[in-house]
């Protein structure tokens, strides 16, 4: 059973351009969360989607970031005009209920290099 | 808001010795608590988890951990350091009104010596 996916591993991007990460879930599991690893420093929750809804967008970037999990394919986390600062590590997890008890399942992440 | 402390963001042992890595959480509710791993460039692992049910659990690779509510305490140990414990820990708490976020600590890094 393949563990959740991440895509691309690695990404550069220039100031001003648009990052694109891509997550595919454990097989089975309908609940995608997004996390944000700044260097140095630990996870930071960002946003929680089941199957074309957002849960929870509480940690979200008011601002150029956006997320979707649609009926079909992978979940999205779309970072637009990017800067700097948004040079981090992105997980993404799943879990297959929504139910708090559950673990979540990460992925081997993307690292978003800005220059 | 409920915060999770993880007291020494470095923590250097030798090859044998016990690992005990300190995670202490705020919260008015007794909450889910959650020790992942994280090896170089590699998404997190879980370690093991406390969803309220025996206090003293037990995870892959020899961890466990105790949860003390009198402390609002999960500390992480293990007997013997292995080489290959090297690694980040990150502890984790959820809340059963909270929401179904992971809040996480700011992560220990284990250095295992020969």
């Known amino acids: 059973n393949a563990g959740v996916m991440q895509n691309p591993r690695h990404l550069v991007r220039r100031r001003g351009q648009e990052a694109r990460l891509r997550c595919s879930p454990m097989k089975g599991h309908s609940h995608v969360y997004w996390y944000r690893q700044l260097p140095e420093e630990g996870l930071k929750f960002m946003v929680y989607l089941q199957k074309e809804n957002i849960i929870d967008e509480s940690g979200m970037p008011k601002e150029r970031f956006s997320a979707e999990f649609p009926k079909e394919g992978p979940s999205i986390l779309r970072i637009q005009q990017v800067v700097r600062g948004d040079s981090a590590a992105y997980f993404c997890?799943?879990?297959?209920?929504?139910?708090?008890?559950?673990?979540?399942?990460f992925g081997p992440g993307t690292r978003l290099l800005v220059l | 808001a409920q915060s999770v402390t993880q007291l020494g963001s470095h923590v250097s042992v030798s090859e044998g010795a016990l690992v005990l890595l300190r995670c202490n959480y705020s919260s008015s509710v007794p909450p889910y608590l959650f020790w992942y791993v994280q090896y170089p460039n590699q998404g997190l692992q879980l370690l093991l988890k406390?969803?309220?049910?025996?206090?003293l659990v037990k995870g892959i690779n020899g961890f466990e951990a105790e949860f003390k509510k009198s402390e609002t305490s999960f500390h992480l140990t293990k007997p013997s350091a292995h080489m290959s414990d090297a690694a980040e820990y990150f502890c984790?708490?959820?809340?059963?009104?909270?929401?179904?976020?992971?809040?996480f600590g700011g992560g220990t890094r284990l250095m295992v010596k020969p």
């Open positions: 406390y969803t309220s049910a025996a206090t």
């Open positions: 984790a708490v959820k809340r059963e009104w909270g929401g179904n976020m992971l809040t």
């Open positions: 997890a799943s879990s297959p209920y929504g139910q708090v008890k559950e673990t979540q399942y």
